[in-house]
């Protein structure tokens, strides 16, 4: 028997960060939401344990230790003891790697969320929630591809608003944009402003309201220092936002995919098609933000 999930692309509408700790991390304040397009992770019974990527993406993607579903697979054995049964799991990489869409930790997520249902269906969210945290910042967030405001190391999370279904496009010029190099470049910048969340407002309707809320209360702290590495990130934004469709454009996460808002499906759609005709080298995506997806 084959089981699948979805592991969607996270996206950040804002990310405020503050200077290192005595530890050497950044306190972050950021909205995430979660899109209906992203990765596929597959498990089906094997007579030993392996782990293969494919899809469009999947050559760039280490395939030992170095990638999060492996180490996902791994911290939950741990946490179980005891012997395994070998399987194989399976990722489709839909997504580009280092893209600032949090593609590594869901992928994560929804290995673990596979591995409970295969071997450990009774084990408690909370437990679950504990091995997801346990690989990375955006590990807990991206376990369950809901709407979330994560806060501190991005450990302390706390359900978002209410906000509409949002329609995007998702742009990446295909580059790297490496989360390490992007937060020496941002601590290298003149002092934060910090990681104090804005005034989260109920209420929020429509697009155009989220949009201006977005604009008037938020930003992404790591976008300049990410287009100041890679000038392309610059390009895409430059490009989105002369755009009539886009009501905001901005970098989600460290980059390199940047995302536009529309005011509803069909301006999106517009705009994706008009971007891949400008530049069908780039990789270009409609989707919704929202979530969880099923």
Request: net charge negative.
């Amino acid at each position: 028997m084959r089981l699948d999930a979805f592991a969607p692309a996270k996206v950040n509408l804002f990310l405020h960060v503050g200077g290192p700790d005595a530890a050497g991390y950044h306190p972050i304040s950021s909205l995430m939401l979660f899109a209906d397009v992203g990765d596929t992770v597959s498990l089906q019974p094997a007579e030993a344990p392996r782990f293969e990527a494919t899809g469009r993406f999947g050559d760039a993607v280490p395939v030992d230790d170095g990638n999060l579903v492996v180490r996902a697979a791994a911290a939950l054995h741990a946490r179980l003891g005891g012997p395994v049964p070998p399987f194989r799991l399976i990722l489709d990489k839909a997504l580009p790697i280092a893209a600032g869409l949090g593609g590594g930790s869901s992928d994560a997520g929804a290995a673990l969320r596979l591995l409970r249902e295969a071997l450990a269906p009774d084990l408690a969210d909370t437990a679950l929630e504990t091995v997801a945290a346990s690989l990375g910042a955006d590990g807990a967030a991206c376990l369950w591809g809901a709407p979330v405001l994560a806060q501190g190391r991005g450990e302390r999370l706390s359900p978002a608003p209410p906000l509409p279904v949002l329609h995007a496009v998702l742009v990446n010029p295909l580059v790297p944009s490496p989360t390490g190099a992007v937060y020496r470049a941002y601590d290298a910048a003149v002092a934060p402003e910090g990681e104090t969340p804005p005034p989260l407002l109920d209420g929020l309707e429509t697009a155009e309201e989220v949009c201006a809320w977005l604009a008037g209360f938020t930003r992404n702290d790591l976008q300049t220092p990410a287009v100041a590495l890679e000038p392309r990130i610059g390009q895409v934004l430059d490009l989105l936002a002369d755009e009539p469709e886009t009501l905001l454009a901005r970098m989600s996460g460290s980059g390199a995919t940047c995302f536009s808002l529309c005011a509803g499906d069909i301006e999106a759609e517009g705009l994706a098609e008009r971007i891949e005709r400008m530049r069908p080298d780039w990789w270009v995506r409609r989707c919704r933000l929202g979530g969880p997806w099923g």
